[in-house]
T-cell receptor
Framework: RKEVEQDPGPFNVPEGATVAFNCTYS??????FFWYRQDCRKEPKLLMS???SGNEDGRFTAQLNRASQYISLLIRDSKLSDSATYLC????????????FGKGTHLIIQP | DADVTQTPRNRITKTGKRIMLECSQT?????MYWYRQDPGLGLRLIYY???????NKGEISDGYSVSRQAQAKFSLSLESAIPNQTALYFC????????????FGPGTRLTVL
């Protein structure tokens, strides 16, 4: 079973719409959760950490469901500049510091 | 100036050649990492280092070696490059296990012919 799974997409969404995607993780002992954003041929950059109570940063809202072992990212009022690949990152796996990266969900915002 | 830099940014080489990719950081972080990214496979960890005297193998270390010359520098070598090592290589740093947040360099695009 893969440790961190994401729907690869692409998600094609009209500008201004709300879009949400999920990530599931296999290690119930995981403690840290993040969403990273990666533009084409560029480095991943931290978008936001995900806290147990859920958290919001402007148009972005992240939620954690420990019981079902999934993390979600909601983007409201989507902009063309939101087009990117979104990586789900979870600790508790086999990587250094226990970080495991999902393969990413590709989002395309259409005008 | 970028906090994490990588050189070269692009490199084309031939099978059997020795290649070194370099990473430098000004963030003052102890922990440094090398990943490769291939289409459809996501990021895979090659090697990581928690301080100058510490080197650890990652998920896919075969065919690679590393050197941690200083806190700020972490180099990745391909002793004898092969075509399936063609990929995008990223260096990353982090300051502690607590936050576990990693900061990535801009990447090196390596093509092995």
């Amino acid at each position: 079973r893969k440790e961190v799974e994401q729907d690869p997409g692409p998600f094609n969404v009209p500008e201004g719409a709300t879009v949400a995607f999920n990530c599931t993780y296999s290690n119930s002992a995981s403690q840290s959760f993040f969403w990273y954003r990666q533009d084409c041929r560029k480095e991943p950059k931290l978008l936001m950490s995900v806290y147990s109570s859920g958290n919001e940063d402007g148009r972005f809202t992240a939620q954690l469901n420990r019981a079902s072992q999934y993390i979600s990212l909601l983007i409201r009022d989507s902009k063309l500049s939101d087009s990117a690949t979104y990586l789900c990152v979870v600790n508790g796996g086999g990587g250094a510091d226990g970080l495991t990266f999902g393969k990413g969900t590709h989002l395309i915002i259409q005008p | 100036d970028a906090d994490v830099t990588q050189t070269p940014r692009n490199r084309i080489t031939k099978t059997g050649k020795r290649i070194m990719l370099e990473c430098s950081q000004t963030k003052g972080h102890d922990r440094m990492y090398w990943y490769r990214q291939d289409p459809g496979l996501g990021l895979r960890l090659i090697y990581y280092s928690f301080d100058v005297k510490d080197i650890n193998k990652g998920e896919i270390s075969d065919g690679y070696s590393v050197s941690r010359q200083a806190q700020a520098k972490f180099s990745l070598s391909l002793e004898s490059a092969i075509p399936n090592q063609t990929a995008l290589y990223f260096c990353a740093t982090s300051d502690s296990p607590g936050t576990a947040i990693q900061f990535f360099g801009p990447g090196t695009r390596l093509t092995v012919l």
